[in-house]
């Protein structure tokens, strides 16, 4: 408190400090002036808008476009704050059909920097001209050029140094302004757009038909490539566009491009919803990558609650929510995802794809030219390492080099006993194996084995079969891990997971923090079968658990459900908590790495994998299996 003496008056701010004030709103850094002048171009019905920076747009921005123009007259008024000629009253800003409507950016780009408006409307026969320099607006003077605006705005924030402080480096403005660019041009694909930056073009996008072709623009064939379609209806929501591989991620989520009725747009449950579609299949600390258009009536949005109209109010977030995360979902449980080790190219410099792929491998392994030669059947350790090699992550790099895996299987206890000979084996016995030194017992087991899905297990933690093209490894507790997963998910869905009664429900002492949470959470485990009572202070009685964790205590299996409640401090929405459950769950009650299993069991687990839905990734994000086509491995050996 500075004193007693006289609060000041309240006053009305005069006309240029409220633009100025805006301006701050709207206007945080040269990008912001180009997505509003390219709005508004977009906004007259342009065909071809050029975008032109000098120094990031620190010194200048014009941009042209070939739209409808503004009639002389209105010059003036377009300038000014609060004028627009898109909505006309307050009814209209629900049902906003174009990108501006605050009539804000004009005025508010006006009163910190020098702007200059040049236009011509079809039936005027001469351009006009208007400058404003920090808010001074003079008057319209008649001017030449063609039908269209042309708008310069320089020296951003000439007259507010304090803003012109918190710009970055001429660099970063670029790569801002270029983004603000990309996200317009994105949403319209059926427009032409350029960019020139210091004198340098950098994009030139004529019109395309496919929304797929501009993508590839920007991001590369590489990145279109791997895009998955995506498209949903409701009689009132149109979702369509499409989503990166999860092979393909990033470690932020910028490359998120979400399209509402044209505007770009930022929303964090839908960033959720789309995280959610790929729960699972990424890494920790990876981000999707999408491209996604949601198109809707406009009264059901309400797009004026943030200066930049960048995030928006949904009048029904939920079923949105839902419905991306439904559509997705589904449309990756039909897509094959299996990752697959990209082979290095190879030295001698063949074409990568090569036409070899076409003929059905032979039954054996070609003799090597000498007997005493080990290539590595491992990739060398300069080759580009793909995304998840867990093998070749664990070995030692002497190993790699020296050291035939042949020896490491077979020398393990349990890869002694368990080994089931198929055709794979040949190919851990070693390159120098004689074509016909086929294990003795090969005939009557493989004939069980073109039977039954087979394979041998290594390490006790990988199984190894032969496939159609090549050779999988599978992560046994990945994958049994993903099979339950999905087993639980199901049964839950539908209501119809089996459940085990307590002959005498059993009393658990938990903390009492955590015997808040279960009892909150009571309705949520009753979906899972387990069934909890209050049973005084901080004990809980339970009377039934999923018939799945038979072999488990139900005191362990409820201290743990306890502290997986209690451990999610960012308290998830309800669908998180139980997926999360049913991740615990499911990881709790899979075989381990280190278990051995019988022959049965690795049958069992080969056969269930053709069954689940996603058996290519455990839920935790790391894939179940490696596969190395006859290609990749002819490849690493040089064959090819
Ligand atoms: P808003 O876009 O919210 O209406 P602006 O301050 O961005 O507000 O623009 C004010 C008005 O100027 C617009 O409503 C439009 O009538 C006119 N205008 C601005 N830019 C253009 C343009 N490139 N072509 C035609 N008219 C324009
Ligand atoms: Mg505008």
Not at 360 to 386: E, G
Not at 442 to 463: C, E, F, T
Request: charged content about 20%; proline content about 8%.
């Amino acid at each position: 408190m500075t004193g007693t003496d006289a609060m000041a008056a309240i006053q009305q701010l005069p006309a240029n400090v409220v633009n100025k004030i805006a301006a701050g709103e709207v206007v945080e850094r040269p990008a912001s002036v180009v997505k509003e002048l390219m709005e508004n171009a977009i906004d007259a019905g342009a065909t071809r808008i050029d975008v032109i920076l000098q120094k990031g747009g620190l010194q200048g921005i014009r941009v042209v476009d070939n739209g409808r123009g503004i009639p002389a007259d209105q010059l003036t008024l377009a300038v000014a704050s609060h004028a627009t000629s898109k909505i006309r009253s307050d009814e209209d800003l629900f049902r906003v059909g174009t990108l501006g409507f605050r009539g804000e950016a004009l005025a508010s780009i006006g009163s910190i920097s020098r702007l200059q408006i040049r236009s011509r409307t079809a039936s005027d026969s001469c351009a006009a001209e208007l400058e404003v320099v920090g808010g001074q607006v003079a008057s319209p003077i008649p001017s030449a050029g063609p039908e269209g605006t042309s708008i310069d705005v320089a020296d951003l924030f000439f007259n507010t140094p304090v803003r012109r402080k918190f710009l970055r480096t001429t660099q970063t403005e670029a790569s801002h302004a270029t983004e603000a660019f990309t996200r317009l041009a994105l949403a319209y694909p059926s427009l032409h757009f350029t960019l020139n930056s210091n004198q340098r073009t950098v994009y030139d996008l004529p019109p395309c038909d496919s929304w797929r072709e501009r993508i590839a623009t920007f991001f590369g064939n590489e990145l279109a490539d791997s895009l998955i379609g995506v498209q949903s209806e409701d009689e009132q929501t149109c979702l369509s566009g499409y989503v990166a591989n999860p092979a393909v991620s990033r470690a932020n989520n910028r490359m998120q491009y979400l399209f509402l009725n044209g505007r770009f747009i930022r929303d964090r449950s839908l960033q959720h919803a789309l995280s959610e579609a790929y729960r699972g299949l990424l890494m920790t600390g990876r981000y999707p990558v999408s491209f996604l258009k949601l198109d809707m009536p406009a009264q059901l949005v309400d797009v004026n609650v943030h200066p930049t109209k960048m995030e928006v109010k949904f009048r029904d977030g939920g079923r949105i929510y839902s419905q991306l995360l439904s559509t997705i979902r589904n449309r990756f449980l039909n897509t094959d995802l299996t990752a697959r080790l990209e082979a290095p190219p190879p030295p001698g410099g063949e074409p990568p794809n090569a036409p070899s792929s076409t003929h059905r491998p032979p039954p054996t392994l070609p003799l090597p030219t000498t007997p005493d030669h080990h290539p590595s059947r491992l990739p060398a350790q300069d080759s580009p390492i793909p995304p998840f090699p867990p093998i070749l992550n664990r070995l030692p790099s002497q190993h790699r080099a020296t050291t035939p895996t042949h020896a490491e299987i077979t020398t393990s206890p349990l890869a002694a006993q368990q080994e089931i000979p198929l055709p794979a084996v040949t190919l851990t016995t070693g390159p120098d194996a004689e074509p016909d030194a086929q294990p003795a017992q090969s005939g009557s087991d493989q004939a069980a084995a073109s039977q039954a899905p087979s394979a041998m297990q290594a390490l006790n933690r990988y199984l190894i079969a032969e496939t159609e093209d090549g050779v999988i490894v599978i992560d046994q507790h990945a994958l049994h891990e993903r099979i339950l997963y999905e087993q639980i998910r199901q049964k839950v869905l539908a209501g119809s997971l089996e459940t085990q009664r307590l002959l005498v429900p059993e009393p658990v002492d938990l903390s009492s923090e955590e015997a808040a949470a279960i009892l909150d959470a009571r309705q949520l485990l009753a979906r899972l079968g387990v069934d909890v009572q209050p049973f005084g202070g901080a004990s809980v009685l339970i009377s039934t658990y999923p018939a799945m964790l038979a072999n488990w205590n139900p005191t362990d299996l409820l201290r743990l459900l306890a502290e997986q409640l209690t451990s999610s401090t960012k308290k998830p929405e309800r669908r998180d908590l139980l997926d999360e459950l049913m991740h615990m769950i499911s990881c709790k009650a899979a075989i381990k790495a280190g278990d051995r299993l019988t022959r049965d069991e690795i049958a069992a687990l080969l056969q269930q994998r053709e069954l689940a839905q996603d058996a290519h990734h455990c839920p935790h994000g790391r894939p179940t299996a490696l596969v190395f086509t006859r290609d990749d491995l002819d490849r690493q050996f040089k064959r090819t």
